[in-house]
């Protein structure tokens, strides 16, 4: 790989070309998922959202989910997660030392904002890789353990803003997502009966 970058960098200079979204694309196109993600860590992006289109069209999963992953996910100041619940989760993990109400509150509540990024549908695994990710990044080392091994960060999502996609359903897990306050999804081609269940939700949310 190491060879490729070499020589993806001397054509990119030559051409004129930004050698780091270059180098981004061409490991999409290889499907280098470790080497992605290690470009969007030091600063690569898709900026034209041309490297996403091409995914989407391919209905690589795989690199949209490592896109979305390091793109887009960001600390909600507005709203917090759900206590009661995250509590209950850690409960029935054993050998986690039983989690504080107020080590609850100090994890972040996660928005996750996927607006007109041309997405044909959506994937539960993208939502929970977004949030490990964020995670990871804010949290580090103290990141608890059982958040991992219950695969339950996606908990922490409070605001969901999917709107101006190509969405013609939405995956039922969001509707159980117990921290979730806002969900947006205009813009899209979505079902009536969808759209009834998004209402739904939204009713639940706001009178709870």
């Known amino acids: 790989m190491s060879v490729c970058v070499c020589y993806c960098l001397c054509v990119c200079e030559g051409a004129g070309v930004d050698p780091m979204m270059s180098m981004l694309a061409l490991s999409c196109q290889r499907r280098d998922l470790s080497t992605v993600e290690l470009l969007l860590l030091h600063g690569a992006c898709d900026a034209d959202l041309s490297i996403m289109v091409s995914a989407v069209a391919s209905d690589d999963t795989q690199v949209i989910g490592v896109l979305l992953s390091r793109q887009h996910a960001y600390a909600d100041t507005k709203f917090g997660v759900n206590k009661a619940v995250l509590l209950s989760v850690q409960s029935r993990h054993a050998e986690e030392p039983r989690t504080s109400s107020q080590s609850v509150s100090s994890l972040p509540a996660i928005m996750i904002d996927w607006r007109a990024l041309k997405l044909r549908r959506l994937m539960e695994s993208w939502l929970s890789q977004a949030c490990l990710a964020y995670l990871r990044m804010s949290l580090a080392s103290s990141m608890p353990s059982w958040l991992l091994l219950l695969n339950k960060s996606a908990y922490l999502i409070t605001r969901i803003d999917v709107s101006e996609n190509h969405l ?17 999804a205009a813009g899209n081609q979505v079902s009536v009966r969808c759209r009834a269940m998004v209402f739904c939700i939204l009713i639940v949310v706001y009178w709870c």
């Open 168 to 184: 013609t359903s939405l995956p039922s897990m969001l509707f159980s997502l117990p921290s979730l306050r806002i969900l947006i």
